[in-house]
């Protein structure tokens, strides 16, 4: 058996510890023209992976995992998805205009194939919890669907020196290449990894549902 090179913060803090991390503070959007252009430049980045999904005809649904205050659903929508959220936090704003479920992802009361996209780029780092975060997404996508997660890499110089892991903000991190066999045990498929730096400058990982 190849190892499963992922590592998480021992003890993990509970959820109600965590919200002191993720102020208000944390969830505000400077009002600037540069700023709009750097997230219109991330959320196409993270489009471009949903690519080959969104030349299928039919209504797709995305589940954006650790939605924030909602910005990549809402440019998601505008592209002809349908979208929902996943956010825990008390201190993001409140989002009218599309579905949000307020407790930890693998509590959600979904429990059948209902998305196409299960989108963990702001949520897996932080909160995800074990096999579980897997285990739910593997269950709630429809065949053929994509799960899109995004994971420090503690062996970089920048994970490691420059941002201290952002512990405890990040709760999972990765070691470089080396998945093992965590997508093969929760009924995925490793398709793509990719270490580029168009997203957040970290890496981003890839797998298709079977």
Known sequence: MRPVWIGFVNPRPK???MQKYYPAEYYLNPPT????RYLRRRFTAQASFLSELEGRSGRKKLLDVGCANGDFPRFMAGRGWEVE??????SSDRITDFYVHTQEFQNIAVNEPTYDV????GGARA???SMAYFRKASAVLKKG???VILMPNFQSVASRYLF????PRHCISSKGKRYGNIFEKTGFRLEKEDNGRSIYKLARTIGWGT
Do not use: N, T
């Open 85 to 90: 959220g996943v956010e825990i936090s008390e």
């Open 164 to 167: 201290c892991e952002d512990i």
């Open 127 to 129: 909160r995800a919890r």
């Open 145 to 147: 669907g994509l799960f």
């Open 33 to 36: 023209k540069s700023h709009g």
């Open 118 to 121: 299960v989108d963990g780029l």
């Open 15 to 17: 959820i109600a510890e």
